[in-house]
């Protein structure tokens, strides 16, 4: 039987992603098909889609003018806004913003395609 597992996010190497930077958790325990990714979203975040991957944003933190773009329309966020991206939706997240990311399978870097706006 598998033991229950703790992380400290905010503990992990952040890595580089198109959003900003992602701290990745969970990737290596085979009882969770996924992943969760505590993400600072910087102004810079470009459009991308994924193949294969679900993506579940939760706004943790954010300024009065942060939005989500979703296949070009643009929707206002406000802190504890969740919004569930499924596989081929081109999306990113417009200004700053701290977002816990769970994705389903679990993430690959290989399925992320970025896009020219």
């Known amino acids: 039987m598998a033991e229950?597992?703790?992380v400290d996010l905010t503990a992990i190497e952040p890595v580089a992603c198109p959003c900003g930077l992602a701290r990745r958790a969970f990737g290596d325990f085979p009882e969770f098909?996924?992943?969760?990714?505590?993400?600072e979203i910087e102004s810079t975040a470009r459009a991308h889609s994924h193949s294969d991957h679900t993506e579940i944003y939760v706004i943790l933190a954010c300024?009065?003018?942060a939005a989500?773009?979703?296949d070009g329309v643009r929707t206002p966020v406000t802190p504890m806004t969740a919004i569930a991206i499924p596989p081929g939706v081109v999306h990113r997240a417009i200004g700053k913003m701290q977002t816990l990311i769970i994705c389903h399978p679990e993430f690959d870097p290989r399925d992320e395609r970025l896009v020219d706006c």
Not at 33 to 39: A, K, Y
């Open 68 to 70: 989500i773009e979703l």
């Open 63 to 65: 300024g009065p003018d």
């Open 4 to 6: 229950p597992r703790i």
């Open 33 to 39: 098909p996924g992943t969760v990714h505590l993400t």
